[in-house]
Nanobody
Framework: QVQLVESGGGLVQPGGSLRLSCAAS????????IAWSRQAPGKEREGVSC????????YYADSVKGRFTISRDNAKNTVYLQMNSLKPEDTAVYYC????????????????WGQGTQVTVSS
């Protein structure tokens, strides 16, 4: 069964850090680009970051550039999103998605989606 499972979310104070994980099962991530997106209550889903399958090229939305880092460990079939200097406006459900040779933040380019993990930034 093809599955993406996010983990690592939680409650953190402003300025804090979290590392999200996206573990794939039922398929290997080697040929898949991976993206992270998020959706806050009452808002549309927003692409956050992506990483290519070929050479690990990364891209970040302006809202997270310099604070978030995406990485992948194909041996562990897992992708990570390190989030530093978190702000209250980062509060959202975070989703990972996978698409064959995908790159960019267009949802239509991705075939598999996880169920999401909640990140809450609050004092």
């Amino acid at each position: 069964q093809v599955q993406l499972v996010e983990s690592g979310g939680g409650l953190v104070q402003p300025g804090g850090s979290l590392r999200l994980s996206c573990a794939a099962s039922g398929f290997t991530l080697d040929y898949y680009g991976i993206a992270w997106s998020r959706q806050a209550p009452g808002k549309e889903r927003e692409g956050v970051s992506c990483i290519s399958s070929s050479d690990g090229t990364t891209y970040y939305a302006d809202s997270v550039k310099g604070r978030f880092t995406i990485s992948r460990d194909n041996a562990k079939n897992t992708v990570y999103l390190q989030m530093n200097s978190l702000k209250p406006e980062d509060t959202a459900v975070y989703y990972c998605s996978a698409g064959v040779w995908a790159y960019g933040l267009r949802p239509d380019d991705y075939d598999y989606w996880g169920q999401g993990t909640q990140v809450t930034v609050s004092s």
